[in-house]
């Protein structure tokens, strides 16, 4: 949800009526962020355990490429690829005042992103022309829908398109790797791709944690101010563009290894004037400072992996993937379902327990294998069914959430 919108949702809030109307009807197709908030949480929840049974049979998805490459593509660009459509084509409307998009044009790219997966699910017996061309139209056309809104209103947010095309010339320098057998390619084009989200998380992050931390502490009458450092802001959104630089040219090396170590200082110094932990009795609130606290966690992480190779601080990139990623798409989906479906800013038992089983799947994977005398299967399987156990929550509390209209009767 845009920052702009937040006031309204808040004020909906307070209406007692809102939670007492019972909806009725299909409105899966009404706003964008339903299917795809829906599909991003349905793909959590069935590609972990697929990937960890490919895993531990040594099975190859992908033709002529190792099978964490296919792991790392539907991240990227199925759960992911799912979440970011749903957010801005969400945004987009607040963001220009455009009409929100809804049934047919939501219904297509939907079915694209369905038969993208499900191609990259069968490459091994697909002709590859049918699997690039699968794949590769679905990021035109979240681009094709948010372009004239964007660009008729001439919104600052227009990066996004720049954003998006970038993340589609990454996806077909994988499908061309893919194709060659270029392991070296696809993997450079993954750790790429995972660089181009954490700048989205660093921009996004740093507009509506701060907005959204500073409102909730408000309503319940906290006063204390927010420490705002407006000159960090370029400053971090800045390092992490020559962190994807350097991972496209020099992965792994030294001065990837500093880079790092300087971001991390950078990011953790912005989270801490956030005042994240007087948000500890807010759940919706708090899973924000979680999700943002990976990225410098993970660069740090980072930073020791390349600089002296200490064993524990190996599986950084997980903690950036599962843990920045999946902490923060899991929290933006919770709360932006709740603000535009007109229900009150205030998440359930069931999805706060999801916040906090995510959260042990995470130190699970990233942590877990430092422990000598636990099995490396065993760990990734344990964090596998701590992730499937948190999105099979989300799940249980919004699907009839996104499958029904709002509660308030508006269109949405």
């Known amino acids: 949800m845009h920052p702009g919108t937040e006031a309204a949702v808040l004020l909906h809030a307070g209406d007692p009526a809102a939670t007492t109307r019972s909806p009725r009807g ?4 009404a706003y964008g962020f339903r299917p795809f908030f829906l599909l991003a949480g349905i ?16 099975a190859v998805p992908l033709p002529g490429l190792p099978p964490q490459l296919w792991h790392g593509h539907e991240l990227l660009y199925g759960f992911i690829g799912a979440a970011i ?10 963001w220009t005042g455009a009409r929100g998009f809804a049934g047919f044009p939501l219904i297509l790219v ?5 038969a993208g997966r499900l191609a990259m699910a069968a490459a091994a017996v697909l002709p590859p022309w049918l699997v690039s061309a699968a794949e590769l139209v679905f990021l035109p056309a979240i681009a ?26 990454i996806d077909v320098a994988f499908i061309v790797a893919m194709n060659s057998g270029d392991a070296l390619l696809a993997q450079r084009a993954l750790r790429l791709g995972i660089d181009i989200v954490l700048i989205l998380v660093t921009v996004i992050g740093g507009r509506i944690i701060p907005s959204f931390t500073a409102n909730g502490l408000r309503k319940r009458g906290d006063t204390t101010p927010l420490i705002a450092r407006p000159w960090l802001d370029p400053v971090v959104i800045g390092l992490m563009v020559v962190v994807a630089a350097l991972d496209a040219v020099s992965p792994d090396s030294m001065p990837s290894g500093i880079l790092a170590a300087l971001a991390a200082a950078a990011h953790a110094l912005r989270l801490s004037g956030w ?69 009150p800013l205030i998440v359930s038992r069931t999805t706060a327990v999801s916040y906090l089983v995510l959260t042990a799947a995470v130190l699970v994977r990233v942590f877990g294998p430092a ?13 596998g069914v701590l992730w499937s156990v948190a999105f099979s929550l989300y799940l249980a509390v919004y699907t009839p959430i996104l499958m029904r209209p709002r509660i308030d009767g508006k269109p949405g």
């Open 26 to 29: 299909f409105a899966l197709f």
């Open 43 to 58: 793909h959590a929840l069935i590609a972990v355990p697929i990937w960890v049974w490919l895993y531990s049979h040594g």
């Open 85 to 94: 459509a749903g957010f801005l084509l969400t945004a987009v409307p607040s």
């Open 110 to 114: 939907v079915g694209l992103w369905i």
């Open 144 to 169: 094709a829908l948010l372009a004239p809104p964007l660009l008729r209103t001439r919104n600052r947010n227009r990066l996004m398109l720049i954003i998006i095309g970038v993340l589609w010339l």
């Open 275 to 343: 005042r994240g932990l007087r948000t500890w009795r807010e759940p919706i609130l708090w899973v924000l400072h979680v999700g943002y606290a990976w990225l410098p966690i993970a660069l740090a992480l980072k930073a020791l992996w390349l600089l002296t190779g200490v064993e524990w601080s190996a599986h950084w990139l997980h903690a950036l993937t599962l843990g920045t990623f999946g902490t923060m798409i899991l929290a933006v989906m919770t709360r932006a379902s709740l603000g535009h479906t007109g229900r």
């Open 371 to 383: 422990l000598g005398s636990v099995d490396y299967l065993d760990t990734v399987t344990a964090a």
